[in-house]
């Protein structure tokens, strides 16, 4: 199983709004990756967990907060967002072959979000 | 933040024509990695090249990396409608695990 699942592929939620994106990988990867992007433009690292902690915030503001229940799962927790956070969040994982030698990242289809 | 830049910012050939890209980046690497992007899906890895290789191939795609100019080239060659996508590169920045992407390349193909 090579697959990253992410749900729901498409949200929308309002300001006030608490909501979460989830992400599952089933291949023993030890490192998950949050990303962002907006359209036409690069994904933007958010997050990265190694073995369940948060190694990598790459300042991302406090409306997003990451949770890694379990080496297959990742969520990214929703709350107070602004439209300007309309983008595509993108789930990854790789094998945690450690510091500035990270391999191949397998990506997720993403989850669309809309902030009205 | 970037590490990397890509040119052409945008592509278009007809099909079996070979497509070239291009990738600049700013500090040392271990590796380099290219993904493909089909429009609003997730990326796919297509190949990694470590920073001692020069040229790697894998079917119609061929890396190269440079790194005394910083810089890696990706062609693809005999070209067919279904490789219209965005192409990346994409480098670990620094002793971290931090997988940067640069700004990307829209290939058009047309049959």
Redesign the interface.
């Known amino acids: 199983d090579t697959e990253v699942t992410q749900t729901p592929k498409h949200l929308v939620m309002g300001m006030t709004n608490k909501k979460s994106l989830k992400c599952e990988q089933h291949m023993g990867h030890r490192a998950m990756y949050w990303y962002k992007q907006k359209a036409k433009k690069p994904p933007e690292l958010m997050f990265v967990y190694s073995y369940e902690k948060l190694s990598i915030n790459e300042s991302v503001p406090s409306r997003f907060s990451p949770e890694c229940p379990n080496s297959s799962l990742l969520n990214l927790h929703l709350h107070a967002l602004q439209p300007e956070d309309s983008a595509l969040y993108l789930c990854a994982s790789s094998q945690d072959l450690g510091n500035a030698n990270t391999g191949e990242l397998f990506f997720g289809e993403g989850s669309r979000l809309t902030v009205l | 933040s970037?590490q990397g830049e890509e040119d052409p910012q945008a592509l278009s050939i007809q099909e079996g024509e070979n497509a070239t890209m291009n990738c600049s980046y700013k500090t040392s690497i271990?590796?380099l990695?290219w993904?493909r992007q089909n429009s609003?899906?997730?990326?796919?890895?297509l190949i990694?090249i470590r920073s001692n290789e020069r040229e790697k191939h894998s079917g119609r795609l061929r890396v190269t990396l440079d790194t005394s100019k910083k810089s890696s080239s990706l062609l693809i060659t005999a070209s067919r409608a279904a490789d219209t996508a965005s192409y990346?590169c994409a480098t670990?920045r620094?002793?971290?695990?931090?997988?940067?992407?640069?700004?990307?390349t829209l290939l058009a193909v047309q049959p």
């Open positions: 970037q271990n590796n990695q993904y609003g899906r997730g990326l796919v890895h990694l990346f670990v620094g002793a971290t695990n931090k997988l940067i992407f640069g700004t990307g």
